[in-house]
């Protein structure tokens, strides 16, 4: 796995090189690069794992995050997506806790009708999802590993003026992570956490 994501960092990083000389080209072209956005995000884990303790379920939640998008050209953008949530842990309905979670992710992508008032879009790339102040209540040391994976998203900007546009778009993160209870002897145990991530915000482009 790590092959494939060593594999997946360099092609993203070639295409943005690419990319990059491609906005030198195009930089006497007048239209507006860079976008800040602010968001509502609803964080669903779609948590596949039975092990040793049997079937852990990892809740949904409701955050806010932020965006910041660079245009290469009209057509073309990378776009960071970053936010912070906490999500309820249960185990076999006896076992409560908590965790939170940082989960940015870093996109290529792809708008095909810059401006129409409806512009749809397309995106690709990396997500990086780094956990801590993980609980349980049965007082065990509970740990999850940061993990790295794929991630896409489609939407659409609504533009309201030259500067202001409301999105609404979903992403989907690739996460397949380990988790330890040391105290229980549980020690990496396989866990995906692999997300369905639903957002609705407004962005302001500059």
């Excluded at 050209?73 to 997506?81: F, H, K």
């Excluded at 409560?96 to 290529?108: D, K, N, Q, T, V």
Aim: charged share 20%; proline share 4%; net charge negative.
């Amino acid at each position: 796995m790590k092959r494939n994501q060593t594999l997946l960092v360099g092609a993203l990083c070639a295409m943005a090189i690419a990319l990059s000389m491609v906005s030198t080209a195009l930089a006497a072209e007048d239209f507006k690069r860079w976008s800040m956005g602010i968001h509502a995000l609803y964080i669903n884990p779609d948590t596949d794992t039975t092990g040793a303790l049997g079937n852990i379920d990892v809740e949904a939640n409701i955050t806010p995050g932020i965006t910041l998008e660079y245009f290469f050209t009209p057509n073309i953008s990378t776009e960071l997506v970053a936010a912070i949530s906490k999500h309820d842990v249960e185990i076999d309905n006896d076992v409560y806790g908590s965790l939170w979670l940082l989960p940015p992710s870093l996109y290529l992508k792809y708008h095909p009708m810059p401006q129409a008032r409806i512009s749809p879009f397309i995106g690709a790339g990396v997500n990086y999802v780094f956990a801590w102040d993980e609980k349980l209540d049965v007082g065990s040391t509970f740990e999850v590993e940061d993990s790295f994976g794929w991630a896409a998203k489609a939407g659409a900007d609504i533009r309201l003026n030259d500067n202001l546009f409301l999105t609404a778009e979903a992403m989907y993160y690739q996460i397949e992570t380990e988790f330890s209870l040391r105290d229980l002897g549980v020690n990496d145990e396989d866990i995906d956490l692999d997300s369905w991530i639903f957002s609705l915000g407004a962005k302001y482009r500059f």
